[in-house]
């Protein structure tokens, strides 16, 4: 079955530490891989596609087939990172996005 | 932002009200969605379009139907309202790049 997991409901680190949030997939195929943000009284929006490779915002995100994973890092974690963030993989020729349940990040002065 | 928005932005209703909720895109976008949020479960998929008078379900569409009879609208409408439907409602829209636009979101309640 498709699927993905984002383990961590919660994820605290301290201003200027680096974060990673983790991602895992279960897909059966070539998935497309992407991460999405929701700030504070702010629309959903993409922040990552895995096709595009390129660092936004600092964050950066690399698709690990062995593992299947799309973990999103960054080195230096900025007060105005805190947000809700989605992993999402989008099924091969169906336009249908399965959506992870999410991690909140809080990063903390 | 403006190009999708989302109508009504909060309801209330009873059990067992009929209630139905509108996305509007102005971005000519072939794909649309229907998602709910809620703690614990993040995003999933009602249901979705892939064109007018296309569409099909997705992870959780039972108690929930859709309509669009032009590109601009896609409208989602719960029967027979119950509380396990109290969630909050987004809207999707997508183009031919896979990339999802999101609405702000329809706060729905079910008393």
């Known amino acids: 079955a498709q699927r993905v997991t984002q383990p961590e409901k919660l994820l605290s680190v301290f201003k200027g530490a680096p974060v990673e949030l983790k991602c895992n997939y279960s897909y059966s195929g070539s998935p497309e891989l992407f991460w999405y943000v929701q700030y504070s009284r702010q629309r959903l929006q993409l922040l990552l596609r895995?096709?595009s490779r390129e660092s936004i915002k600092g964050f950066t995100a690399d698709l690990n087939k062995g593992e299947t994973s799309f973990h999103l890092k960054k080195p230096f974690a900025q007060e105005e990172d805190s947000a809700m963030y989605y992993c999402?993989?989008?099924?091969?020729?169906?336009?249908?996005?399965?959506f992870g349940t999410g991690t909140r990040l809080k990063v903390l002065a | 932002d403006a190009g999708i928005t989302q109508s009504p932005r909060h309801k209330v209703t009873e059990t067992g009200t009929p209630v139905t909720l509108r996305c509007h895109q102005t971005?000519?976008?072939?794909?649309m969605y229907w998602y709910r949020q809620d703690p614990g479960h993040g995003l999933r998929l009602i249901h979705y379009?892939?064109?007018?008078?296309?569409?099909d379900k997705g992870e959780v569409s039972d108690g929930y139907s859709v309509s669009r009879s032009k590109t601009e609208d896609f409208l989602l409408t719960l029967e027979s309202a119950t509380s396990s439907q109290t969630s909050v409602y987004f809207c999707a829209t997508g183009g031919s790049g896979n990339e999802q636009f999101f609405g702000p979101g329809t706060r729905l309640t079910v008393l």
């Open positions: 971005e000519n976008h072939r794909y």
């Open positions: 379009s892939y064109g007018v008078k296309d569409t």
């Open positions: 999402a993989l989008v099924s091969s020729g169906t336009y249908k996005y399965i």
């Open positions: 895995h096709i």
